[in-house]
């Protein structure tokens, strides 16, 4: 059996290029093997459009990936957790709210930071929290004249 050398780098270059578009699609989708930072967790009332994945953003950059969503059958709020960067500290008074990218955009979480000096550590839960709001109830209000 005889190989062909344009044979040969022709495959070269289609394996090369599976390779490439696997690479690039891990990095398009945030896809990471393990990714490093510590942990933080928040109680919200309402985590409408909010998955484990979903983005935790910090004045519109991702900081970090939300890992764990539970439902808490005590207080019936979802029991969140999210892993941050490392290198980025949060003041302790720092809050966290439910933003949406749009009217047709997805929903992220969003940490307002506080002016405290000092940080929360790794496995604290931040306090201040605000959830998501539903589109559809605010726009029966708008409908009903804000009487409900």
Do not use: C, H, W
Not at 87 to 95: F, G, L, M, V
Not at 121 to 143: A, H, N, R, Y
Request: hydrophobic residues 40%; negative net charge.
């Amino acid at each position: 059996m005889s190989t062909n050398p344009t044979e040969v780098a022709v495959g070269a270059a289609v394996l090369a290029a599976a390779v490439g578009f696997v690479l690039y699609a891990g990095q398009v989708t945030g896809f990471t093997v393990q990714s490093d930072g510590y942990p933080l967790s928040a109680s919200f009332r309402s985590l409408e459009g909010i998955s484990v994945g979903s983005d935790v953003r910090l004045a519109g950059v991702k900081i970090g990936t939300v890992t764990d969503i539970d439902l808490n059958p005590q207080t019936f709020r979802a029991d969140t957790e999210f892993l941050l960067k490392d290198e980025i500290d949060i003041p302790d008074d720092s809050a966290v709210v439910i933003s949406s990218e749009g009217l047709l955009g997805g929903n992220f979480v969003e940490i307002v930071p506080g002016g405290s000096p000092f940080n929360f550590e790794p496995g604290s839960e931040i306090e201040d929290t605000q959830g998501s709001v539903s589109l559809i109830s605010l726009l029966m209000k708008f409908v009903s004249g804000g009487d409900e």
